[in-house]
């Protein structure tokens, strides 16, 4: 059963009641809903657990974000998100004078996979290892806007992907799947009304349409994953970047096939309950006096974090800085999820140490995630003050996590089927 937002404002005792299930409660898949806590969806009028910020200026204000989003804040976020859009034309300035001097496609030569695999350092031309290092340093810096399209589908391997199927893959693919119905197809059609309600082009026929033919154009492509709650606003998003169906298509493909874990959005959610666990553990590793407190408190870090990797933060963060977010993602894969997740509880960490209900702690990280609109500074924390993460140590990690993931998933599945058959005896 979802949790709903009128249950958590009335009484906290409510949710720990629910939350017994621990993260493999309310997460469900196919035909079936679940509602994220503390959900903003980037709209004036969505639930949210109300608590003032501590900003110098509390005058409200509303205005819309690069991506067409109806944002309503305050002053202080105006201001800080000049001044990153002010930072963005700076280092827009900086990609241009680079495509000048190496070429527009500089970035496309042989690069260092960031999952350790491919080229070694050791067999690189200079100037092929010196584009890595820049793209890198770049990426975090943050991809002018203009130029997002193009180098997320290069970085990623979305158009190395796409280049070796038929040009008329994406189209094919839309006719055959027109009318059919399946399992996937009708909660598709559930959650698209749904999907960043108070954006003005996702809430029209238009915006749906292609959103709806993404989603099953997808579903159709891998029946394992089929649709999955929280692809929904992954694939929204995708579209107001990329611009085209099809390139929000195969920027979905990538992320799913080769960028996240897998079975992160399979039917029993395992990868996704991976890496929760590992989440868990390398909070405790660094962040020790948070990740004591919250254990203290019998709080599961399951409640907050399984949206910001189940939606890649596009629910939690304001749009522009979770681009910044998923330019680096593209770039440096999965293991950046977790740079950014704890990041999150480090720069709330004062905070968080004196919060002594759940509801408090789930108000702070909201609060502070909702009005988090300067990038740089939540990506200097993740990546200078959370220290070093290789892909290689989280794989280990994942691969630790496993076993205990499908144990308590097949024992979930016998209560289930226990209580099927009694019902069907009864």
Known sequence: MPFSFESISSS?????TNLNNKMFG????????????????????????????????PLTVKFQDLYGFNVEGNVDDVNVMNEVRERVKK??????????????NWYLQPMISSNGEGIRVASLKLSVLTNTITLKRLVRKGIPPTLRPKIWLSVSGAAKKRSTVPESYYNDLVL?????????????????????????????????????????????????????????????????????????FWMLAVLLEDVLVSDCYTDNLSGCHVEQRVFKDLLAKKCPRIAAHLEAMEFDVALVATEWFLCLFCKSLPSETAMRVWDVLFNEGAKVLFHVALAIFKMQEEE???????????????????????????????????????????TKERKKQEPAVMAQLDQRLKRLNSLKSREQTQ
Not at 29 to 52: A, M, W
Not at 230 to 237: Q, T
Request: charged share 20%; net charge negative; proline share 6%.
């Open 91 to 104: 280092q827009g300035r900086v990609w241009w004078s680079l495509e000048a001097n190496k070429g527009a």
């Open 176 to 248: 055959a799947t027109e009318g059919k119905v399946t399992p996937a197809t009708l909660q598709i059609d559930h959650d698209i009304p749904r999907t960043f309600p108070c954006h003005p082009w996702l809430d029209s026929p238009e915006g749906q349409a292609a959103l709806r033919r993404v989603l099953v154009g997808y579903s159709f492509r891998d029946s394992n994953v089929g649709y999955c709650q929280g692809l929904n606003y992954v694939a929204a998003l995708l579209l107001l970047v990329m611009k085209t169906e099809e390139d929000a």
């Open 352 to 394: 968080l140490l004196e919060a002594q209900q759940i509801g408090d702690v789930i108000d702070i990280l909201q609060t502070s995630t909702h009005h988090l609109y300067d990038p740089d500074e939540l990506l200097t924390v993740a990546f200078e003050k959370i220290g070093s993460m290789t892909t290689n140590t989280i």
């Open 12 to 16: 906290f005792e409510k949710i720990t």
């Open 26 to 57: 309310p997460l469900t898949h196919r035909g079936v809903s679940y509602e994220f806590l503390g959900q903003t969806d980037h709209c004036n009028n969505s639930p949210t657990i109300s608590r003032k910020p501590p900003f110098n200026n």
